[in-house]
């Protein structure tokens, strides 16, 4: 359930980062990108170090992939930093 919970809330961010007009702000707040990176680079970290949610699998199919969880919350993660850094120069250096 907290996995779900913490998805649906990564997608909202994801859609607020994604309007123009909550954009600067969101862009603005300290630590948010940083935040970002951090929990990207761990979730892939855990994966290669022991067998759980964020292992990589290689028996997967296409469908399969895109309900993955770890899949889903990782690719919200590279949107959420890809639009934090859209026509912000700041946080593109800091990526």
């Known amino acids: 359930q907290e996995a779900v919970v913490t998805i649906r809330l990564l997608d909202v961010l994801c859609e607020m980062t994604s309007n123009n007009g909550q954009?600067?702000?969101?862009?603005?707040?300290?630590?948010?990108?940083?935040?970002?990176i951090d929990i990207l680079r761990l979730t892939h970290l855990v994966?290669?170090?022991?067998?759980?949610?964020?292992?990589?699998?290689?028996a997967?199919?296409?469908?399969?992939e895109i309900s993955h969880p770890a899949v889903g919350f990782k690719s919200h993660l590279i949107r959420?930093?890809?639009?934090?850094?859209y026509k912000n120069k700041e946080n593109q250096d800091k990526v």
């Open 23 to 36: 954009l600067e702000h969101l862009q603005a707040l300290p630590g948010l990108l940083e935040t970002a």
């Open 60 to 64: 997967m199919t296409g469908q399969e």
């Open 47 to 58: 994966g290669k170090q022991a067998v759980n949610v964020f292992t990589t699998t290689h």
């Open 80 to 85: 959420l930093i890809g639009n934090l850094c």
